[in-house]
């Protein structure tokens, strides 16, 4: 059985830091490309950051310069580090993993989900 566990999610004031931990187990997990998405009241669901199998990362514009994204393969455990944090960054972040070779089961990509941590930055 996959799980994806989400945590380190919390109440920080702006400018504050957080550090998101998101343990998987029931997967190889170091042939899968692991990202961090975040959604925020009444917004959809949006990519955050991506971290391939081999290490390679990709951040959405707003988050450049602020967020990093990492990868312990022996822990089984993707992080994202927020600093400079802005309330505009409050929302649920999710983990979400997909083998780097993608394969399908009726027709649907197979990726996994956590549950999500609540992260809110106030002003």
């Known amino acids: 059985q996959v799980q994806l566990v989400e945590s380190g999610g919390g109440l920080v004031q702006a400018g504050g830091s957080l550090r998101l931990s998101c343990v998987a187990s029931g997967i190889i997990f170091g042939i899968n490309d692991m990202g961090w998405y975040r959604q925020a009241p009444g917004k959809q669901r949006e990519l955050v950051a991506f971290?391939?199998?081999?290490?390679?990362?990709n951040y959405v514009d707003p988050v450049k310069g602020r967020f990093t994204i990492s990868r312990d393969n022996a822990k089984n455990t993707v992080y994202l580090q927020m600093n400079s944090l802005k309330p505009e960054d409050t929302a649920v972040y999710y983990c979400?993993?997909?083998?780097?070779?993608?394969?399908?089961?009726?027709?649907?990509?197979?990726?996994?989900w956590g549950k999500g941590t609540l992260v809110t930055v106030s002003s």
């Open positions: 971290i391939s199998s081999g290490g390679t990362t």
């Open positions: 979400k993993s997909a083998p780097t070779i993608p394969y399908y089961v009726n027709s649907r990509r197979v990726e996994y």
